[in-house]
């Protein structure tokens, strides 16, 4: 089966296309074949800073349909299309065939193609993850969330509007409108706006763009901040009076089914920029790696 490999970290250009085995199952995995993938920035940063162990398959995200089921699985069955963040350590999403366990599983919103549901476990399990287990956001909270029209940005606005919160989201102009449409109630030009003038009146900042020089004092006394890539200055957090951490995703099945159920529910939309055949691999993660998507790309595998 053709593959997307990487032997050696310091570019994207150091990927390949190959010809591996397709691989086998035990007992508690099932045989997926993949339709589609979804890109994280994390394929691209991977393969220049080398976060896992050499060789291995790129990418974590998939939707495709259980070719094979291993003999102590009994929730799915063959025929069934789904979708799934694998396991981090492994990477292993960008091939025809992944065998994975159903714990990073769910089935795919019925709703979505598989290019739009490939879209979905990283960045939306992430979003869940900020929103909801680290700022604990409630109706009538009032968020800034960052890079709002980007991967995670566009789930995290999702969620936090169905929630019944206030978002602020912060974009270039050139996606003004299109935040609007998904309803985001105001936004912030990063490009120029001066955010030491805006109004320390956040309860939650949901941060992508490790701003949280500029963030932070945006909160209110005993707001809750949260960035999904550097780690916070804790001596400002205390400074602000508010709670700031940073984390790295995990993939969990429970979550994926739910979020799963609020785009069958209509309540989250999937946005995608551009898609790429696996051929491609090198041109989309180096589309990718611009970081001026709109939604999320995707590598068209089947
Ligand atoms: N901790 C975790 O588990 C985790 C999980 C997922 C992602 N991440 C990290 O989170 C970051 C964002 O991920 P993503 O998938 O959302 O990336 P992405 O889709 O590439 O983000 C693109 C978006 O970022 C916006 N942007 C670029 N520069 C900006 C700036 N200076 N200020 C505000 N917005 C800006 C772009 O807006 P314009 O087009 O208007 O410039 C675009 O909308 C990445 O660093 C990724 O590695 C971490």
Known sequence: MKAVRIYEKGAIDNIKIEDIPK??????????????????????????????????????????IIEAVGTDVHDYKVGDAVIGSLEWAKQGAFAEYVATETKYIALKPKNLNFQEAAAVPLAALTAWQGLFDKLSLKKGHKILIQAAAGGVGLFAVQYAKWT????????????????????????IDYKTADFSKITADF???????????????????GGNYVSITAKPSEELAQKHGVTATNFLFH????QLKTIAYLIEQGHVKVFIDKQFPLSEAKDALAYQHQGHSKGKNILIVD
Request: with cysteine.
């Open 164 to 187: 019944g919160a206030f978002v602020v989201g912060v974009a270039s102009p050139k996606n003004e409108a299109f935040l609007k449409s998904v309803e985001v109630d105001a936004i």
């Open 23 to 64: 691989p086998t199952i035990t007992p508690n995995q099932v045989l997926v074949k993949v339709k589609a993938c979804g890109i994280n920035p994390v394929d691209w940063k991977s393969t220049i800073h080398g976060y896992f162990e050499m060789p291995y398959t790129v990418g974590t995200d998939i939707a495709g």
């Open 203 to 221: 309860d939650a900042v949901f941060d992508s763009m490790a701003s949280s020089e500029l963030t932070i004092p945006l909160l209110k006394k």
């Open 251 to 254: 993939s969990d099945a429970e």
